[in-house]
């Protein structure tokens, strides 16, 4: 299979997700586009008149999937540079930091990721003494898994000149706010402009190798550098690959704040514009104290902040965006776009499809006003996986009687709440099928919606979160972006009996799914096209 873009190809003897034909097994591409899609029969008539004819052999064609939030860079040097998600002691994370500091002798400063001190039986993160040690006193960074919050060595203090007086510094404890982020800063200007694009090819490689076409690059100040972001677009612009959409978080009170916003090449200032923290470091905003902390976390944004870049966005015909984990910040998003709103009219806040990520502890309340204000829920169902339950981190930070309100998916599709999914990864890896199957299978039964809702959410809902309605749904006239799987028998799969039974039933022609029952193996890109163009060919196929 060669085809580039301008290649006129029929696909045929498969399965091909798409709501023109239930049935489909056959689907023709023309110029990067999706030109028809239809049955085995029918595809006889164009078999003479293409370029080139792909035996699928009984793959599965569906949608390319889009992750609406990633920070591609940090996700390429976590892919590149050192894991701790795997480790399952303290004693085997400082392990893992002696050998990749062996390992990597010419590293200006050594960079590390995903450590989640709640997991090891000692719980609690490495001291600095532990790490100097580990290291052989060289710098090194290590935030924690949500990204809140770091620890670092002696030498990378070093580095960043009256770090003691900073909000967030603590002797002996994992640093936060501004302190955290001027060490962030001191690191990555130690990565060179030949590791960056290094790391962002290799994130982008990776994405494509599990079937993304596209990913929501979320970019700011407070996270990465106006360099890093504009060389990830113009890599992803200039190389083939998943198509990149980049957000800038910084906040607009003009326009001419929105052309700078523009000229960097973001498609919006959205994205991890921090109204608040995360749970896992305490620095959510919630409106009553953490089960275990005496405090209610830490407000970035008030509700007038959010109503002043919402109103300058709007105006400017440009997406807004806010990062909302913890009640009181989603409370805050929420009253502020109805500021806004009342300012430039609902018609035109709702038209412009501005977001809010991670958008993790609503209340009706906030649901019922996201729906009427338009606003996208980009979320992350990984994080649900990974600490929803009744012993996980949600619980325990909130207790379980808070931690069961979380990330109510079928909440928010009920009350007609655009959904877009996402990994932010490195937070959580970027890994699509999964994805899907924590939504279906959210620890938290009653917030549990369809594969296909999950499904629809991943894919064609990335696009409609960029104010694109003709893409991510393999129909004539869409984007030729898709992704060819092996996988089992398809089916229609529902939560449960609170799910339309008449959905599973045949008849009612529903395009079946792979099955992502627990413990099933989840599907295998055999290749990804983006545009009409092959990004990914797994080896050996």
């Known amino acids: 299979m060669t085809e580039t873009a301008h290649r006129t190809v029929l696909l045929r003897g498969g399965d091909v997700h798409s709501p023109a034909d239930p049935f489909a097994t056959a689907m023709v591409v023309e110029r990067g586009y999706v030109a028809w899609v239809g049955s085995e029969g029918a595809a006889d008539a164009f078999a003479s008149g293409v370029d080139e004819v792909i035996d699928l052999e009984g793959a599965l064609v569906t ?26 002691t303290l004693a085997e994370a400082l392990e893992l930091v002696r050998a990749h500091s062996a390992a990597r002798p010419g590293d200006q400063v050594l960079l590390g990721h995903g450590w989640d001190a709640a997991r090891w039986p000692e719980q609690r993160p490495p001291t600095r003494a532990e790490l100097d040690e580990a290291t052989g006193g060289r710098p090194l960074y290590l935030p924690r898994i949500d990204v809140h919050s770091a620890v670092v060595t002696s030498a990378l203090l070093d580095r960043v000149p009256g770090i003691t007086g900073l909000t967030g510094y603590h002797p002996d404890q994992p640093l936060t706010a501004a302190a955290h982020h001027a060490v962030r800063a001191a690191a990555h200007a130690a990565v060179t ?44 612009a200039e190389e083939p690959g998943p198509r990149v959409v980049g957000y800038w978080a910084e906040a607009v009170s003009g326009e001419k704040d929105a052309r700078r916003i523009r000229e960097l090449g973001a498609a919006g200032a959205a994205g991890d514009l921090f109204a608040d923290g995360s749970l896992g470091s305490h620095t959510a905003c919630l409106h009553e104290p953490y089960a275990d902390a005496g405090h209610r976390g830490t407000a970035h ?51 412009a499809r501005h977001r809010v990520e991670h958008a993790e502890m609503l209340t009706p309340e906030t649901i019922a006003a996201f729906a009427e204000l338009g606003l996208t829920a980009s979320v992350q169902p990984a994080f649900d996986a ?18 069961r309100t979380l990330n109510p998916y079928a ?16 937070v959580t890896p970027l890994d699509p099928w999964g994805t899907v199957r924590a939504a279906a299978f959210h620890r938290t039964p009653e917030h549990r919606i369809s594969v296909r809702a999950a499904f629809t959410a991943h894919t064609r809902g990335g696009w409609r979160a960029t104010g694109r309605d003709d893409a991510g749904v393999l129909v004539p006239g869409a984007p030729a972006d898709y992704a060819v799987w092996r996988t089992g028998e398809l089916v229609v799969q529902a939560p449960d009996d609170r799910v339309a039974r008449w959905s599973t039933d045949p008849r009612s022609g529903t395009p079946g799914l792979p099955d992502l029952t627990p413990g ?18 797994r080896p050996n196929e």
């Open 301 to 351: 944004l008030d509700a007038a902040a959010v109503a002043a870049h919402v109103t300058a966005c709007t105006e400017a015909g440009l997406q807004a965006g806010f990062h909302a984990i913890g009640d009181a910040a989603v409370g805050a998003v929420v009253d502020g776009v109805r500021r806004a709103a009342e300012t430039v009219g609902v018609a035109r806040v709702r038209a």
């Open 386 to 403: 990974a600490w929803g339950g009744e012993d996980g981190m949600y619980a325990r930070r909130l207790g379980a009687e808070r931690a």
């Open 520 to 537: 099933r193996d989840l599907p295998v890109c055999l290749r990804t096209v983006v545009a009409g163009r092959t990004v990914h060919v």
């Open 411 to 426: 909440a928010l599709l009920r009350a007609g709440v655009p959904l877009a999914f996402g990994s932010d990864s490195p």
């Open 63 to 88: 949608p390319a999937f889009t992750d609406a939030h990633v920070h591609t860079t940090a996700t390429g040097l976590a892919l590149t540079g050192l894991d701790l998600s795997g480790a399952r």
């Open 193 to 236: 402009a030949g590791q960056r694009a290094e790391a962002q090819r290799a994130a982008l490689r990776r994405a494509a190798s599990l079937g993304i076409g596209t990913v929501h690059e979320c970019g700011g100040p407070e996270i990465s550098d106006e360099s890093d972001f504009t060389a990830l677009l113009a890599l992803a």
